[in-house]
């Protein structure tokens, strides 16, 4: 049983964002640091991903574990108050996002998701560089270069 009012609950559902998040913030740092550009939340693409790089042919979603259900992170797990509710929702979720996926896919699109429990990891900035390829003619900060030894 929820503790909280419907109206109080639809209130606090509302003011989550879905764009400009903090991990979405903190890979855009990431990579910018890296010497990568990129654009933002493109429209003309299914899915509107959060970075897209146009001249690589690559975009990477960042996902939140709990709205996207990563299955290998405790936060991706159905709350116990009204699952009736919650599974279909989440469910949709990753339908969604699956087929988003295959569309950019099948228009020429490299497609990488980055979870939110990965946000801090090491092993992200060497997974993003792998997926992108050498930076351009912008110098990685001294913050990425760190992260990349």
Not at 103 to 118: H, K, N, P, T, Y
């Amino acid at each position: 049983m929820d503790k909280l009012s419907q109206a109080r609950r639809s209130e606090n559902m509302r003011r989550i964002k879905s764009l400009n998040t903090s991990p979405e913030i903190s890979v855009r740092r990431l990579i910018f640091g890296m010497g990568y550009r990129f654009r933002l939340h493109s429209k003309a693409l299914p899915g509107r991903p959060d970075l897209v790089f146009p001249g690589r042919r690559a975009v990477i979603f960042v996902h939140g574990c709990f709205w996207h259900q990563h299955t290998k992170c405790n936060e991706g797990r159905i709350p116990s108050s009204r699952p009736e509710y919650w599974a279909p929702k989440l469910a949709g979720n990753v339908a969604r996002d699956t087929t988003r996926k295959d569309e950019l896919r099948q228009l020429g699109w490299r497609v990488m998701v980055i979870w939110e429990c990965e946000v801090m990891s090491p092993k992200t900035a060497a997974k993003i560089k792998r997926f992108l390829g050498k930076p351009g003619p912008n110098q990685p900060s001294a913050k990425a270069k760190k992260l990349l030894k």
